[in-house]
T-cell receptor, first 116, second 111 residues
Framework: GAVVSQHPSRVICKSGTSVKIECRSLDFQATTMFWYRQFPKQSLMLMATSNEGSKATYEQGVEKDKFLINHASLTLSTLTVTSAHPEDSSFYIC????????????FGPGTRLTVL | GQQLNQSPQSMFIQEGEDVSMNCTSSSIFNTWLWYKQDPGEGPVLLIALYKAGELTSNGRLTAQFGITRKDSFLNISASIPSDVGIYFCAGLAKGTYKYIFGTGTRLKVLA
């Protein structure tokens, strides 16, 4: 149990376009999902926390208008990178939790975004 | 953001050897998690710890929740080549919902 999927696994896009990444909890309901960004050889950097049915909470320094997060259901959260630029190229990973604050986080396999 | 100190940062070991790594914090945590991340993949949960002093095993892996609640340890016995990867600790403080992640320990196993 506790399987989280992400789609797509890899995406290459042109500068200026928008990219949507999906995160799904396949066998449990996730009240909270987290979006992380990871640079090469570095740890995970939390970007935002999303709760089902409410607005996402963004970490300091993360532009909410650039990284749009929607948590439409208990099994799906999406991250949209708007007007992508080469500096947005990174590894984006989501995680899901049944109950943030008490439950563990289960990670998706990640999405490699390359902006040309 | 805040990060936990993990030690060592990286290590090369011979196949069959035991491995120890630790994670320390200046804050008290109620939960400690240990993850392994392979290149190009998301972290996979190895062990979860919920009580101070708790010692939990998962196959060849054993993790402990430090008595002070400010540290945690992960041991891998009889390492094999597939143990290669980056190991992250993560801690959750009481009253919070965001895990703080360690800086990672990069493990390389020499066959």
């Amino acid at each position: 149990g506790a399987v989280v999927s992400q789609h797509p696994s890899r995406v290459i896009c042109k500068s200026g376009t928008s990219v949507k990444i999906e995160c799904r909890s396949l066998d449990f309901q996730a009240t909270t999902m987290f979006w992380y960004r990871q640079f090469p050889k570095q740890s995970l950097m939390l970007m935002a926390t999303s709760n089902e049915g409410s607005k996402a909470t963004y970490e300091q320094g993360v532009e909410k208008d650039k990284f749009l997060i929607n948590h439409a259901s208990l099994t799906l959260s999406t991250l949209t990178v708007t007007s992508a630029h080469p500096e947005d190229s990174s590894f984006y990973i989501c995680s899901a939790s049944r109950d943030a604050g008490t439950d563990t986080q289960y990670f998706g396999p990640g999405t490699r975004l390359t902006v040309l | 953001g805040q990060q936990l100190n993990q030690s060592p940062q990286s290590m090369f070991i011979q196949e069959g050897e035991d491995v120890s790594m630790n994670c320390t914090s200046s804050s008290i945590f109620n939960t400690w998690l240990w993850y392994k991340q392979d290149p190009g993949e998301g972290p996979v949960l190895l062990i979860a710890l919920y009580k101070a002093g708790e010692l939990t095993s998962n196959g060849r892996l054993t993790a402990q929740f430090g008595i002070t609640r400010k540290d945690s340890f992960l041991n891998i016995s009889a390492s094999i080549p597939s143990d290669v990867g980056i190991y992250f600790c993560a801690g959750l403080a009481k009253g919070t919902y965001k895990y703080i992640f360690g800086t990672g320990t990069r493990l390389k196993v020499l066959a």
